[in-house]
C-alpha cells in the first residue's frame, strides 16, 4: 500500500513549544540549521528512490530560496505550512488569508511548483478553526493535512476519520496516522511519537493501519536530525519531546524507507503531478 511521507520544513528555533520565548523578530539571531538538516533528509530520500512532500514554512523559502529549489528539482512536492509557524486558531480569517497566501507566494516563487497542500502549523485545525478549510478552498489548495484525531492539549479533532476524506467535493483531508485500541486512538504519525516510541512499536501500529487497508501520513521535522542543534533552557516536558532521541532519527527514518512503500501525498490521493507556479 501506497504512503505519504511528509516533513515539516521549519528550524530548531521556530518551533511551537519555543514562542513564549523566542520571539519572531529575534528568528534572525538564532544560527540556521534548516538547510544543513534538509539536506540530510534529501540524501535519504534519494537512496531509497522516494518522493515525499515538504510542508515548508514561507519564512524559510523566502530566507534559503535554494533549498526549496533544491527540494522541488529532487522530484518533491512543495506544499504550505503557513509564513510564520503561527497557531491557525489565534488567528482570526483575515489574518490567515494573509499567511497563507504569504506562504504560498514565496514557495511558489522559489520552487516554481504550484502549491495545493496545506499542513497547519501545530496541527492547529481543531473545531475552532474549520472556518480556515473554506479559506484553503478558494485560495486554491486541494488538500489539508492538520487534523489529528486525538485529544491532545494543543490539537486534535477526536471524533475526526482517521483515513483521508473529501471534506467536500476537490477538497481533501489526510489527517494524522493513528492505531486504534479498543476505542482508543493512538498517535503514532511520526514527530515526538517517532523518537519516542520503540522502532518496533511504530512499525506494528503503522502496518495495522495499513491492514486496515488505510494509507496513512508520516511526518517529520529537519531538526529532528539534529543532535548537536543549540539547546535552550526549556521544562522537563518539553525538553523530553523535543530532544529525546535526535541521535536515532536518521537511521529510524532508514528503516522506515525500507520497511514500507512511500510517496507524495499529492499521489496517495490521486492528484495531478506539480504544475508549474502561475503566480
Not at 495545493?116 to 478558494?138: V, Y
Not at 481533501?172 to 482508543?184: H, I, K, L, R, Y
Amino acid at each position: 500500500m501506497k504512503n505519504a511521507l511528509s516533513f515539516d520544513v521549519e528550524d530548531y528555533f521556530q518551533v511551537s513549544n519555543f514562542e513564549s520565548f523566542i520571539r519572531f523578530e529575534d528568528w534572525e539571531k538564532h544560527e540556521s540549521r534548516v538547510e544543513r538538516n534538509t539536506r540530510i533528509i534529501l540524501d535519504v530520500l534519494a537512496e531509497n528512490k522516494i518522493r515525499a512532500t515538504f510542508f515548508t514554512l514561507g519564512w524559510v523559502a523566502e530566507k534559503v530560496p535554494k533549498l526549496v529549489r533544491a527540494i522541488a528539482d529532487a522530484g518533491h512536492e512543495l506544499a504550505a505550512h503557513g509564513y510564520r509557524h503561527r497557531l491557525v486558531y489565534s488567528l482570526d480569517p483575515q489574518e490567515f488569508r494573509r499567511d497563507l497566501r504569504q506562504s504560498i507566494d514565496l514557495i511558489e516563487q522559489a520552487g516554481g511548483q504550484k502549491i495545493i497542500g496545506h499542513r497547519a502549523p501545530s496541527f492547529s485545525i481543531t473545531e475552532k478553526s474549520l472556518w480556515a478549510l473554506d479559506i484553503m478552498q478558494e485560495e486554491g489548495v486541494r488538500y489539508d493535512s492538520s487534523v489529528f484525531p486525538v485529544r491532545h492539549p494543543r490539537y486534535g479533532i477526536p471524533d475526526a476519520p482517521r483515513a483521508p476524506y473529501e471534506i467536500r467535493p476537490g477538497f481533501w483531508e489526510f489527517p494524522m496516522a493513528t492505531f486504534t485500541v479498543g476505542a482508543t486512538k493512538i498517535p503514532v504519525a511520526g514527530g515526538a511519537y517517532f523518537r519516542l516510541y520503540p522502532y518496533p512499536v511504530t512499525r506494528w501500529g503503522l502496518r495495522r493501519i495499513n491492514r486496515e487497508g488505510k494509507p496513512l501520513v508520516m511526518y517529520l521535522h529537519p531538526w529532528e536530525f539534529d543532535p548537536q542543534q543549540p539547546r535552550f533552557d526549556v521544562s522537563l516536558n518539553v525538553r523530553l519531546r523535543h530532544y529525546s532521541n535526535l541521535d536515532k532519527t536518521e537511521r529510524r527514518l532508514r528503516r522506515l524507507c525500507q520497511d514500507f512503500q512511500f510517496t507524495t501525498v499529492r499521489d496517495v490521493l490521486g492528484l495531478p503531478e506539480p504544475s508549474p507556479a502561475l503566480r
